[in-house]
């Protein structure tokens, strides 16, 4: 018996999957609502809870792709069967066939997050400010420091003695314990908005939208 769902995308899913697709551009959605993505390096998992609930596994190769199918029509109709998808706008459609889920890098189990050791906000305006100051000086390193009384961020590139550097104070009067970590800027491909970030004693790292229930737990190298 073939399963149709028949729904029509919000544009905060759509633009979660975009963003989704800058991490993985393959991506297995499960039935529910939740959507899940993991980067081929398994170095970033995201997670996010959307309005739509979908009944079947989607499994999709070439998730830009499938997107920019999307695109081309102004709120479709998509139909959701067991091997296929049918976009379409009520006189134009598009079949989109489903990729062998097998083939796709996908998440296997959930992340269990570790005890918070430092919490933080990381308003977006600030978030801009350091991402575009990595690629003004064109550096890699994006760190996280803790101590002496203060939080601070910089971006640097540790691998050169002379490097050019950013410093944003985020809390100058930090009370919390000695920390040191950091995260390659090209692994912050983050939805524009505000953050809570939570860090560890492990490797891993969370960063939760303020406004969205949206997700991303990055692997951290402590200093």
Do not use: C
């Amino acid at each position: 018996m073939t399963t149709v769902t028949k729904m029509r995308l919000t544009k905060e899913t759509y633009n979660i999957l975009k963003n989704f697709a800058a991490i993985n551009s393959n991506i297995l959605i499960n039935p529910g609502n939740v959507l899940k993505t993991m980067s081929a390096g398994k170095n970033i998992y995201a997670e996010a809870t959307v309005a739509e609930d979908f009944d079947v596994a989607v499994p999709i190769w070439d998730l830009n792709k499938f997107l920019g199918v999307i695109s081309m029509f102004a709120n479709p109709d998509l139909e959701f069967h067991d091997t296929h998808v049918v976009i379409s706008n009520g006189r134009s459609s598009v079949t989109y066939f489903y990729s062998e889920p097998t083939l796709l890098t996908v998440p296997t189990r959930e992340v269990k997050m570790p005890k918070t050791t430092v919490k933080f906000n990381l308003d977006e305006k600030d978030l801009n400010e350091v991402l575009k100051a990595a690629n003004i000086l064109q550096v890699s390193d994006f760190n996280l420091i803790g101590g002496e009384g203060k939080f601070v961020i910089t971006v640097d590139d540790s691998s050169q003695s002379t490097s050019n550097s950013f410093e944003i104070v985020l809390d100058d009067n930090y009370s919390g314990p000695d920390f040191e970590g950091t995260i390659n800027v090209s692994e912050i491909k983050f939805i524009p908005g505000s953050y809570t970030v939570e860090l560890t004693d492990t490797i891993i790292s969370k960063f939760t939208h303020k406004t969205l229930n949206l997700s991303y737990f990055i692997a951290i190298k402590r200093g």
